[in-house]
């Protein structure tokens, strides 16, 4: 009897060791890291990518929402662009086509500076989708928008925006 007690656990270490042994460790693919990049009439600008990030609505129209939070003044809404009609496939979306009904628009508001895309005559901004992974939810291409302050609308004051980006997207 003594035998058979000290055998219930031997045998219950051993049933787990061979369960645990029959189930490899799951590979996982290591996470992107977020790769956003913003240029500002010419010059750098840190993007924070904590609080960055790019959506795309669910349902038939689809809106792509890319939304870039500057790291040196993270309170602000920063650049936020908006593409209607989005595609999950690789395709050059251009802010010209809004008399076509494809809306492409850009927002920028950081501290006194608020500036849009349509305040501007003639925007030859582009968003330029290069690859598209649905299973891991990733988006890689280019933006280039041009925004004029709506504040004071007389100083024609333009502000020119370009950029990569390569991160995950969330859809809502």
């Known amino acids: ?22 189930h490899p460790p799951r590979q996982t ?6 790769r956003l990049t913003l240029r500002l009439n010419g010059a750098a600008v840190p993007v924070d990518t904590a609080y960055s990030r790019i959506e795309v609505s669910s349902g ?5 929402s890319l939304n ?11 650049l936020t662009i908006l593409v209607d009609e989005f595609k999950p496939v690789p ?9 076509s009904a494809h809306v492409t628009e850009a927002t920028y508001r950081v501290g006194n ?18 690859a598209v992974d649905t299973k891991r939810q990733i988006l890689t291409g280019t933006f280039r928008a041009v925004a004029c302050s709506t504040n004071a609308p007389r100083s024609g004051k333009k502000y020119t925006f370009e950029g990569t980006f390569r991160c995950a997207y969330e859809v809502r």
């Open 29 to 34: 693919a290591p996470p992107l890291p977020h």
């Open 60 to 64: 038939a129209g689809k809106v792509l």
């Open 113 to 130: 500076d608020v500036a849009e895309s349509q305040a501007c005559g003639v925007n030859q901004g582009e968003v330029r989708v290069t």
């Open 68 to 78: 870039l939070i500057r790291r040196d003044d993270p309170d602000d809404p920063g």
């Open 91 to 99: 395709a050059v979306y251009r802010f010209k086509e809004i008399l």
């Open 1 to 22: 009897m003594l035998a058979l007690r000290r055998l219930r656990p031997l045998s219950i270490l051993g049933l787990l060791a061979l369960t645990a042994a029959s």
